[in-house]
């Protein structure tokens, strides 16, 4: 069952994502618009990505662990940024490797490059940097990004 936290979240993205696939089509050979749009929405959807793994990983530290154990993983995951598919693997492995394992199986392919392709985006363009981001190719990694987000908690779940 996804968080409370996670669907706000992730409905003000859908939405967004609605109201700016109206603008295209009102505006469909405005490329430079299109192109700010996409970046703004990458920002946003690697703060998602973010926001929901740490989410995930402490609310079932919650329901799992003493309060000791919850204060720990809430501490580490903090500071959880640049959620390339390598550091959710060993995120996982760090709770269990046969879960990392998992993870890397079904995550192999069109995910990891998504929610990979995500950061390295969004570092770019933190850093001033070029990149050839479109609407659409923003609008699938993510929905990548939200199987990701299944999957960590299909494996969460499964292992109670």
Known sequence: MRSLKIVR????LDNLFAKISQIQRISPDDTDLQAHWARY???LVSG???NSISTIHIEYAQKKATPQIVNFVEKRLEKFQNPRMEKVFQLMDSFDKKWGEQLRTRTEG???DAVNAIVDSRNSIAHGKSVGIS???IKNYYESSKKLLDILEDILNSNK
């Open 41 to 43: 929405l990458c920002i």
């Open 110 to 112: 069109e995910i990891k």
């Open 9 to 12: 979240e992730q409905q003000s």
């Open 48 to 50: 998602f990505l973010e």
């Open 135 to 137: 609407y659409i190719t």
